[in-house]
């Protein structure tokens, strides 16, 4: 069955840096797009970034461009995010998903995404 696994999360001060991984199994995950999502308490999931599945382009929300890098090897069949320059408002829970369209594009909107992971919590302290 798919199981996508994050791992990465934690506690850090603001301006450190963060890098998470999604470890994907049970499809073939180099033709599925994936992304990142997150959810703070209170509000609802937004989307975070997303690559294609031949790795050739990535989107990333405003909020986190310049800061935060989405990467993935097929190889390994796992998802990167690494983030930079972390604020308090980036503090959440955050979710790796998979597209629900194989070979399809990056779509910023949770629907899109057919699979996700349990989540992994991430804390910046200001």
């Known amino acids: 069955q798919v199981q996508l696994v994050e791992s990465g999360g934690g506690l850090v001060q603001a301006g450190d840096s963060l890098r998470l991984s999604c470890a994907a199994s049970g499809f073939t995950f180099s033709t599925y797009a994936m992304a990142w999502f997150r959810q703070a308490p209170g509000k609802e999931r937004e989307f975070v970034a997303g690559i294609d599945w031949s790795v050739k382009n990535t989107y990333y929300a405003d909020s986190v461009k310049g800061r935060f890098t989405i990467s993935r090897d097929n190889a390994k069949k796992t998802l990167y995010l690494q983030m930079n320059s972390l604020k308090p408002e980036d503090m959440a829970v955050y979710f790796c998903?998979?597209?629900?369209?194989?070979?399809?594009?990056?779509?910023?909107?949770?629907?899109?995404?057919?699979?996700w992971g349990q989540g992994t919590q991430v804390t910046v302290s200001s």
């Open positions: 998903a998979s597209s629900r369209w194989s070979n399809g594009g990056v779509v910023n909107y949770a629907s899109g995404y057919g699979y």
